[in-house]
């Protein structure tokens, strides 16, 4: 079983749109939650940690299920520079981040 | 903007050789990373380093891969004799207290085994 399982996409969006992306995880034990953002062939780079409670950074909203292991990202009013793969990462115990294969956004005008 | 930096950015190598990826993390900062990326595939981690030790390692970090932190800067990850299988990108991070909070990674080491 995988640990943390995302949709690939690719999610094919126009300019404008709301997008929700999710993601499920097998560890029970897992302790930090996070969405990165991973542009082709560079670094991934923190889009936002991921609380119980949900959260919010401008335009994106994160939210956790840890009864269902589910992790969720919306992004509303898509823009041209969201085109990215988006990653779910958790931390199963220590400080080790395990990363989903990322889910392909692609924002068109 | 402090920002961890990694050398070179692509290395060529044949089978059977032995590579030395270099990184430099931000400055203040206690714990180091070596995470792969084989083309198309996710993001895997290998092994973690606090306190001039291993703390936490991955099947995939085996007796041919080392790590070692020669000077107050530097963070290296060797592999001893590569195989075409270790063909990938090498990202190094670090974060500063606790672990736990953000990791920072650089922009990579592209690594072409022939």
């Known amino acids: 079983r995988k640990e943390v399982e995302q949709d690939p996409g690719p999610f094919n969006v126009p300019e404008g749109a709301t997008v929700a992306f999710n993601c499920t995880y097998s560890n029970s034990a897992s302790q930090s939650f996070f969405w990165y953002r991973q542009d082709c062939r560079k670094e991934p780079k923190l889009l936002m940690s991921?609380?119980?409670s949900g959260n919010e950074d401008g335009r994106f909203t994160a939210q956790l299920n840890r009864a269902s292991q589910y992790i969720s990202l919306l992004i509303r009013d898509s823009k041209l520079s969201d085109s990215a793969t988006y990653l779910c990462?958790?931390?199963?115990?220590?400080?080790?981040?395990?990363f989903g294969k990322g889910t392909t956004l692609s924002v068109s005008s | 903007e402090p920002e961890v930096t990694q050398t070179p950015s692509h290395q060529v190598t044949q089978m059977g050789q032995e590579v030395i990826l270099r990184c430099v993390p931000i400055s203040n900062h206690l714990y180091f990373y070596w995470y792969r990326q084989i083309l198309g595939q996710k993001v895997e981690f290998l092994v973690s380093?606090?306190?001039?030790?291993?703390?936490?390692k991955s099947e995939i970090f085996d007796d041919q891969f080392s790590v070692e932190r020669p000077d107050g800067s530097n963070f290296t990850l060797k592999i001893r004799s590569t195989k075409l299988e270790d063909s990938a990108m090498y990202f190094c991070?670090?974060?500063?207290?606790?672990?736990?909070?953000?990791?920072?990674f650089g922009p990579g080491t592209r690594l072409t085994v022939l």
């Open positions: 380093f606090y306190n001039n030790e291993i703390s936490e």
């Open positions: 991070a670090s974060t500063g207290t606790g672990g736990k909070n953000t990791q920072y």
């Open positions: 990462v958790v931390i199963q115990a220590g400080t080790a981040l395990i």
């Open positions: 991921v609380y119980s």
